[in-house]
């Protein structure tokens, strides 16, 4: 006999499905909060699909071996690439306000690799998404002018933002170590 106690505890011992763990803003012009989207649930994202305050993330594909070399804007080695062979796990940020400016947060459960801040580098490395969102407008992904991304030096789970939103917003991919969560669903 099963009992129900012993199935909530097993249920609450389970590794949430969780590799973007948290995030949040810390100072913004607009009311927005940070959310976590599950890519198991289709979605539009990019040219104007969200059109407010927050600030997104989702996991892409998770623990791929990297058959070649990829290119990084920020991170990676000396040459700013994440070398063939590594064991990455893809997530995406983005942030697709009209108008506002924010100083955020994401964090993950493994250490920072590298990021894709440029339309060049995110294309060349859409083979690590694997969802089911629909990407649209991928000609104007990347970073606008001013904004701001960097791995902090303290914690390398973490990825600060300085983003100012306008159309058609802010989209970033970040690779991370292999994820321990993702390995236990």
Same mark, same amino acid.
């Given at each position: 006999?099963?009992?129900?106690?012993?199935?909530?505890?097993?249920?609450?011992?389970?590794?949430?499905?969780?590799?973007?763990?948290?995030?949040?803003?810390?100072?913004?012009?607009?009311?927005?909060?940070?959310?976590?989207?599950?890519?198991?649930?289709?979605?539009?994202?990019?040219?104007?699909?969200?059109?407010?305050?927050?600030?997104?993330?989702?996991?892409?594909?998770?623990?791929i071996t990297l058959t070649e070399p990829i290119r990084v804007d920020i991170?990676?080695?000396?040459?700013?690439?994440?070398?063939?062979?590594?064991?990455?796990?893809?997530?995406?940020?983005?942030?697709?306000?009209?108008?506002?400016?924010?100083?955020?947060?994401?964090?993950?459960?493994?250490?920072?690799?590298?990021?894709?801040?440029?339309?060049?580098?995110?294309?060349?490395?859409?083979?690590?998404?694997?969802?089911?969102?629909?990407?649209?407008?991928?000609?104007?992904?990347?970073?606008?002018?001013?904004? @701001?991304?960097?791995?902090?030096?303290?914690?390398?789970?973490?990825?600060?933002? @300085?983003?100012?939103?306008?159309?058609?917003?802010?989209?970033?991919?970040?690779?991370?170590?292999?994820?321990?969560?993702?390995?236990?669903?």
């Amino acid at each position: 006999m099963i009992r129900p106690f012993a199935v909530l505890c097993a249920l609450v011992a389970l590794p949430a499905q969780a590799t973007v763990l948290d995030g949040g803003i810390k100072q913004q012009s607009g009311n927005g909060t940070f959310v976590k989207l599950d890519p198991t649930t289709a979605f539009d994202v990019g040219a104007d699909t969200f059109d407010d305050d927050n600030l997104y993330a989702f996991d892409e594909d998770q623990n791929i071996t990297l058959t070649e070399p990829i290119r990084v804007d920020i991170g990676g080695d000396d040459t700013g690439m994440i070398a063939q062979g590594t064991v990455v796990a893809s997530h995406y940020v983005f942030f697709d306000s009209l108008d506002s400016i924010h100083h955020g947060y994401v964090y993950f459960d493994a250490p920072i690799l590298g990021v894709a801040t440029y339309e060049p580098t995110m294309a060349a490395t859409d083979f690590l998404a694997n969802t089911s969102v629909n990407y649209i407008s991928m000609e104007l992904r990347g970073l606008e002018n001013g904004d @701001y991304v960097w791995i902090d030096e303290q914690d390398p789970h973490r990825l600060w933002v @300085y983003w100012a939103g306008s159309s058609p917003g802010d989209y970033i991919r970040v690779f991370t170590e292999k994820s321990e969560a993702a390995l236990m669903m």
